[in-house]
T-cell receptor, first 113, second 117 residues
C-alpha cells in the first residue's frame, strides 16, 4: 500500500513569506503528526491531529499552524518565515496514535533565504 | 519530563563488526520504545519497536531489548554491512502519562554510523 506522501519535496521561500506543506497519510491512518528536523535542534514535535482535531502541540510559536481534513490529509502552514525556519519537515501517520509506531514520509526540505 | 539520550557519534566500524548504540530514557509513565533509521536525503524508517518491559524488538539483524530496570533500549547488530551506514534515532512514545503526550515521539539526538568495507 502507498506510504506517507509529502509534497512538495523541496521548497525555497523568502523571509516574510508564508508556506503550506501537505501530508497524505497511509490509507486508514487517522493520526498525523508533524516534526521539524534541524542540525542544531534535532527532531522536534510540532503538533498532532486526529480526526480533524489538534490533540497535542509542541513548543513552537503561533506562526506554525496546521489542520487535518476529513480524509485525514493534513497541512501545516508557517507564516512570516524566518531564516531559522529552514529545516526538513517530516510528517508521520499512525492508525490511532497507539503504541504501534509511526510511519514517516520523506519530508519537505524548506529553505528560507 | 520525558527524554532520550543516545551515545554520541559518529561510530565508525569495519564491515562484519559488532554494533552497539546505547540509548537510555526518562519517562513518567510506561513508554513504548523505538529505533528509527534515516538514510541520506530520506525520512525516518521504523527499524524496530518494543511496547513493554523485557520485550525484544528485532528486524534485519538488529535487536534491542526494553530494560525497565536500567531504563535502556540499546541497539545491537552482530555483523554490520556498508549498507547499514545511516543515522539511527532512539525514540519513545509515552501515552500513559496523559493526553499531553498523545501522538508525540521524543527523539534522541541521533547517532551516525559509518561502516567501511
Amino acid at each position: 500500500k502507498a506510504g506517507v506522501t509529502q509534497t512538495p519535496r523541496y521548497l525555497i521561500k523568502t523571509r516574510g513569506q508564508q508556506v503550506t506543506l501537505s501530508c497524505s497519510p497511509i490509507s486508514g491512518h487517522r493520526s498525523v503528526s508533524w516534526y521539524q528536523q534541524t542540525p542544531g535542534q534535532g527532531l522536534q514535535f510540532l503538533f498532532e491531529y486526529f480526526s480533524e482535531t489538534q490533540r497535542n502541540k509542541g513548543n513552537f510559536p503561533g506562526r506554525f499552524s496546521g489542520r487535518q481534513f476529513s480524509n485525514s490529509r493534513s497541512e501545516m502552514n508557517v507564516s512570516t518565515l524566518e531564516l531559522g525556519d529552514s529545516a526538513l519537515y517530516l510528517c508521520a501517520s499512525s492508525l490511532k496514535s497507539d503504541r504501534g509506531g509511526y510511519t514517516f514520509g520523506s519530508g519537505t526540505r524548506l529553505t528560507v533565504v | 519530563g520525558n527524554s532520550v539520550t543516545q551515545m554520541e557519534g559518529p561510530v565508525t566500524l569495519s564491515e562484519e563488526a559488532f554494533l552497539t548504540i546505547n540509548c537510555t530514557y526518562t519517562a513518567t509513565g510506561y513508554p513504548s520504545l523505538f529505533w528509527y533509521v534515516q538514510y541520506p536525503g530520506e525520512g525516518l524508517q521504523l527499524l524496530l519497536k518494543a511496547t513493554k518491559a523485557d520485550d525484544k524488538g528485532s528486524n534485519k539483524g538488529f535487536e534491542a531489548t526494553y530494560r525497565k530496570e536500567t531504563t535502556s533500549f540499546h541497539l545491537e547488530k552482530g555483523s554490520v554491512q556498508v549498507s547499514d551506514s545511516a543515522v539511527y534515532f532512539c525514540a519513545l512514545s509515552d501515552h500513559s502519562s496523559g493526553p499531553g503526550n498523545t501522538g508525540k515521539l521524543i527523539f534522541g539526538q541521533g547517532t551516525t554510523l559509518q561502516v567501511k568495507p
